[in-house]
């Protein structure tokens, strides 16, 4: 399909802008068929069993996901709160916001996203204490090493609302009138469940 | 139904980290696709597409060096020897709104929130694939119109000017079928060839003027 030769893109111009259609080049790859629906879901099932055979493998990746944000961790104790330091623990922190709910494990998925949170959003980097970015660390490695795949596995849940509680709180302070243009964002807070008497 | 022909297609995906492309890669050979290229940054994701023209780019938001924004603004040039108008679908763990709209601003045609699953990437696809949107370029844009829809009842600025001196200038897509399956289905007949449909079932393409 790319060695077809460009066709041009055709113009219309107004006083401040230009609206350009360009050659639909993908269109060959469109095949009309009779059957019924919107949406082939055999071809969307073919990618989720495409994903399945993975399965075996996602425990380990979600590991050297864990030694990454560890390291990044260890860089800040050992190097001092440079920028680098914070970009390396960010870097991490958002890899596993991004990737650990597809590798099974949610709840480190959620833990990750509130450290993220804090490291960006804070105006100032080196006044988060080291102590809150290694509960953070803490509790991801200890879901992942545990082996904790439920979103809803309630002490996980609850050490992850507490830090997310901890770190609005900080970014409050710290932003001031400005944390009102992030606050919609922050992760809804769970209902948690009552802990058995 | 319309199906795509995945083996058509040629993909890029560009993300530093190296399980999200195993898994966009498994996710698309799923799909039936075979001609799948990853790059782990923005500025060898550029140096591919250059050489290599893919038909769709996937691409990571946070990566270190040249970030996919950046790499979408480096896509994104008109005067580009290269495909400008290439779908650019941006898959990332970013999901603020101000986010997407920094993303969609940058010139990304579809964004997608991770975590990845297999419909929702599937739909994006189908959508850039279908629906191609005009783009638009102005002093400070160059990429697909920001209006994917016509609002009767809007009441903000309109920052087009055109011919009618500021009101909304519509804008037809170039392929409105995927729009109109949607509504009407079953439609259809069997074109299992990947010939076209009649041209009576195309809107009116625009007047062509003199190419800038």
Known sequence: MSKLPPAQPEQQRFED?????????????????AEPGDIAMDVVEQGEAALDRLKGEFGGWMQVE?????????????????????????????????????LGFPLAGRLAAGMSRLVYHAPDKT?????????????????????????????????AERLAAWGEKFLAGELKDAYAEIAADAAPALEMPAKPK | MIRIDFHRLRFLVVDDNAHMRRIVRQ??????????????????????????????????????????IEFTRAIRKPESATNPFVPIIMLSGHSEKKRVIEARDAGVTEFLAKPIA???????????????????????????????????????????????????????????????????????????????????QQPPAPARAAPQ
């Not at chain 2, 990571?60 to 040249?66: E, K, L, S, T």
């Not at chain 2, 005009?134 to 209006?147: L, N, V």
């Open chain 1, 17 to 33: 802008h230009s609206v350009i259609v360009p050659p639909h080049n993908l269109k060959t790859a469109v095949v009309h068929t």
């Open chain 1, 66 to 102: 864990c030694d990454s944000l560890d390291a990044a961790r260890k860089s800040l104790h050992q190097r001092g709160r440079s920028k680098a330091s914070f970009d390396m623990l960010f870097r991490a922190g958002h890899d596993i916001k991004g990737n650990a709910a597809t």
């Open chain 1, 127 to 159: 006044r988060i204490p080291l102590a809150v970015i290694d509960r953070y660390v803490e509790a991801i490695r200890a879901v992942v090493r545990e082996n904790r795949r439920d979103a809803n596995e309630p002490t996980g849940l609850e050490v």
């Open chain 2, 27 to 68: 996710l698309l050979h799923g799909f039936g696709s075979r001609d799948i290229h990853e790059a782990e940054d923005g500025a060898a994701g550029l140096e591919f597409f250059t050489a290599h023209n893919p038909d769709i780019v996937i691409t990571d938001w946070a990566m270190p060096v040249f970030d996919g």
């Open chain 2, 118 to 200: 297999a419909k929702a990437l599937y739909e994006r696809i189908l959508s850039v694939v279908l629906n191609p949107r005009p783009f638009i370029q102005t002093q400070s844009y160059f990429g697909p119109d920001r209006r994917r829809a016509v609002i009767s009842n809007y009441t903000g600025p309109e920052r087009r000017k055109g011919k009618d001196g500021g009101k909304t200038i519509p804008v037809q897509p170039l392929d409105k079928r995927f729009v109109e399956q949607r509504a009407k289905p079953h439609q259809e007949p069997d074109r299992r060839d990947g010939i076209e449909p009649p041209a009576q």
